[in-house]
């Protein structure tokens, strides 16, 4: 397990940016993929990003590419979410996921939420139009 916080969150106009922060604590954070998910009052928990161990490897929802990225630095214990030109339906909270995941790979994977054991406290993100 590893313990996650995450910060960065806030209001925002529409077209404006805002970067997502999630430190973990732990030595092994290196081994660990990261994933990026967010829920919207009344709505699923859904997936936005992920990226894989070494951060050579990353995923996207289709409402977030181009627009949203998501990095990692593994010296920091740190993964990211830069978000640009955030939209009103980009409003949520976000939740920071750590998984093992050397047991699959690809888009179904890294996407399903059921694969990520460790779970921030989500920060929420609010983008008023």
């Known amino acids: 397990q590893v313990q996650l916080v995450e910060s960065g969150g806030g209001l925002v106009q529409a077209g404006g940016s805002l970067r997502l922060s999630c430190a973990a604590s732990?030595?092994?954070?290196?081994?660990?993929?990261m994933g990026w998910f967010r829920q919207a009052p009344g709505k699923e928990r859904e997936f936005v990003a992920a990226?894989?161990?070494?951060?050579?490897?990353?995923y996207y929802a289709d409402s977030v590419k181009g627009r949203f990225t998501i990095s990692r630095d593994n010296a920091k214990n740190t993964v990211y979410l830069q978000m640009n030109s955030l939209k009103p339906e980009d409003t949520a909270v976000y939740y920071c996921?750590?998984?093992?995941?050397?047991?699959?790979?690809?888009?179904?994977?890294?996407?399903?939420?059921?694969?990520?054991?460790?779970w921030g406290q989500g920060t929420q993100v609010t983008v008023s139009s």
């Open positions: 990226i894989n161990w070494s951060g050579g490897r990353t």
């Open positions: 996921a750590a998984g093992s995941l050397y047991y699959c790979s690809g888009y179904g994977c890294y996407s399903d939420p059921g694969h990520f054991g460790s």
């Open positions: 732990g030595r092994t954070f290196s081994s660990y993929a």
